[in-house]
T-cell receptor
Framework: GESVGLHLPTLSVQEGDNSIINCAYS??????FIWYKQESGKGPQFIID?????DKRQGQRVTVLLNKTVKHLSLQIAATQPGDSAVYFC???????????FGKGTMLLVSP | NAGVTQTPKFQVLKTGQSMTLQCAQD?????MYWYRQDPGMGLRLIYY???????DKGEVPNGYNVSRLNKREFSLRLESAAPSQTSVYFC????????????FGPGTRLTVT
């Protein structure tokens, strides 16, 4: 069957490099954001979240940056490993709404 | 804990057939969701259940029905399958309604011929 990864922008990096995956949003009322990782044939997995009252949040090897001025979100992965190869997508919650809106995703390919 | 489980993993239907996708979570979550995922597109919400006893339409509800059987289980039914419903279906749950982290099941890959 056709993979969810087809037709997605792709970022190819070498093992050990730092990776930056970007996400743009359009609604200035968005106030909560999540990054998910989806490996082939699996369901999305939570990586990290951030609220709009923050500019930066760090986790283990991952950092999310939020620039509300230009409505831009990025996920930085330090020392990328082959196991990081997956589709990454952001999701946002718009203030006043109860559901998440998901982006289309970026495929990250890590070569040894 | 198994988290979120879905059955079946794969299914092939002929146009017009019906089927029910099953979902269960063992995290005592209040809210549950059904999404579909198509190539090159983001996850799209079909239906959700904010709490036991309630269900609401999402972005793409046409052709589907849901049942929140109890706090653990949330099923998705296709009454008369169409080729446009060929997709991967994901169930998710969250502790609360809306902004909380959602936990996803492994998905059901459905093909309608």
């Amino acid at each position: 069957g056709e993979s969810v990864g087809l037709h997605l922008p792709t970022l190819s990096v070498q093992e050990g490099d730092n990776s930056i995956i970007n996400c743009a949003y359009s609604n200035s009322a968005s106030d909560y954001f999540i990054w998910y990782k989806q490996e082939s044939g699996k369901g999305p997995q939570f990586i990290i979240d951030i609220r709009s009252n923050m500019d930066k949040r760090q986790g283990q090897r991952v950092t999310v940056l939020l620039n509300k001025t230009v409505k831009h979100l990025s996920l930085q992965i330090a020392a990328t490993q082959p196991g990081d190869s997956a589709v990454y997508f952001c999701a946002e919650n718009i203030r006043g709404y109860s559901t998440l809106t998901f982006g289309k995703g970026t495929m990250l390919l890590v070569s040894p | 804990n198994a988290g979120v489980t879905q059955t079946p993993k794969f299914q092939v239907l002929k146009t017009g057939q019906s089927m029910t996708l099953q979902c269960a979570q063992d995290m005592n979550h209040n809210s549950m969701y059904w999404y579909r995922q198509d190539p090159g597109m983001g996850l799209r919400l079909i239906y959700y259940s904010a709490s036991e006893g309630t269900t609401d339409k999402g972005e793409v509800p046409n052709g589907y029905n849901v049942s929140r059987l109890n706090k653990r289980e949330f099923s998705l039914r296709l009454e008369s399958a169409a080729p446009s419903q060929t997709s991967v279906y994901f169930c998710a749950s969250s502790e609360g309604y809306g902004v909380y982290e959602q936990y996803f099941g492994p998905g059901t890959r459905l093909t309608v011929t």
